[in-house]
């Protein structure tokens, strides 16, 4: 009977420790999901951006000191140079469409508020009168400020170009 009754209690300690422990690696995770959820909203809104060529939406996620490296290793660095770059594709004739295909976001477990969005991105444009399909990996540094979700930086990298003679 005692040996029960001690079996018993030390069961009890130890899932009244496991649960303990439990709880805040249950509260990470949830927390972990919704900014997940957040940044996938974040990126759905900005493949719509693309599409509308709205600039407005397109800027709203973008810190102050936002880097972006292009495809093409263009860089631009801060949201003026950002802001340029954008205005000239949207108010151009060349651009066709642009969309970012999230595969993963890795969301950081301790220190900064920072996630990693790795996917895949398909952009078309009008060069020399063909309509290329240029595509490739992607990489985008988000920062959680004051509550939100924010790009902090994004590299582009070109893997594929077809269309025409001018991916040459």
Known sequence: MLKTLCFACSLAISTLAFAGQAQPAVAKQMRMGVAETAIRSARSALNAALTNRDLEVTT???????????????????????????TKIFNGNSFVSGRRTPDKIEVATGGPREAAETGIWKWRERVKGQVLTYGGRYLVMWQLVNGKWRIRSELYVTTSCSGGTACL
């Open 60 to 86: 709203r996620y973008w810190l102050p000191d936002v880097s972006t490296t292009g495809g093409d290793g263009s860089l631009w660095v801060g949201r003026d140079q950002n802001v340029k770059g954008f």
